[in-house]
């Protein structure tokens, strides 16, 4: 069965400085990888996902995210990130066709 | 709907009572997600309905804990005699399949906020 671990519950950076939350993955078969946000008093939201093709993914707000195989990780990256992006960030897995399985989340802490 | 409604949205109980969370997928979402969220926790799987198929129930805690869906619509999680450690935060979630597990786009409702006393 799948399984992500979120290494860091908390993340505090200062405003414009780069930030990278790590996930690692646990699984036997192909997975589809997946990043949600939520935002204080607000629903969860799909931020970036990775199928296929390019390792490199591309998310909102400027957030990007490399899958490594090799390495089972799913690291998200953003280059300078800004107040409004204080927040809960969660990883997930996913074994077609089963469910979701998420992390328990890291909190970014994001302060002028 | 618009989007996934869950109601209710604050849950206040005591100790042994029995309770009902109910929501309602966007229309159309055949696959229907429920999970947990404690504080200080991440979402932890529950059940996982997706169309006619048997439901993925492989993440409930205890046979306290039980969900039905009417055919692709409705769905409603019981938990019976509540306990302490049941008050968190219940997230439902819709979706579409062929979106819904290959391209992970979850829809979100706000959650239903259990607090057993």
């Known amino acids: 069965a799948q399984s992500v671990t979120q290494l860091d519950s908390q993340v505090p950076v200062f405003e414009e400085a780069p930030v990278e939350l790590r996930c690692n993955y646990s699984?036997?078969?192909?997975?589809?990888l997946f990043w949600y946000v939520q935002y204080p008093n607000q629903g969860l939201q799909l931020l970036l996902k990775?199928?296929?093709?390019?390792?490199l993914v591309k998310g909102i707000n400027g957030f990007e995210a490399e899958f490594n195989k090799s390495q089972t990780s799913f690291h998200l990256r953003k280059p300078s990130v800004h107040i409004s992006d204080t927040a809960e960030y969660f990883c997930a897995v996913s074994e077609y066709p089963t469910a979701l399985i998420f992390g328990k989340g890291t909190t970014l802490s994001v302060s002028s | 709907g618009a989007g996934v409604s869950q109601s209710p949205s604050n849950k206040v109980t005591e100790k042994g009572k029995d309770v009902e969370l109910r929501c309602d997928p966007i229309?159309?979402?055949?696959?229907l997600y429920w999970y947990r969220q404690r504080l200080g926790q991440g979402l932890e799987f529950l059940i996982y309905f997706q169309g006619n198929s048997a439901p993925d129930k492989s993440g409930l805690p205890s046979d306290r804990f039980s969900a039905e869906r009417t055919g692709e619509s409705v769905s409603t999680l019981t938990i019976q005699r509540t306990q302490q450690e049941d008050s968190a935060v219940y997230l439902c979630?819709?979706?579409?399949?062929?979106?819904?597990?290959?391209?992970?786009?979850?829809?979100f409702g706000e959650g239903s906020r259990l607090t057993v006393l």
């Open positions: 229309s159309g979402h055949t696959a």
């Open positions: 979630a819709s979706s579409i399949p062929g979106l819904a597990v290959s391209a992970g786009e979850l829809f």
């Open positions: 990775y199928l296929s093709g390019s390792t």
């Open positions: 699984s036997s078969v192909s997975v589809y």
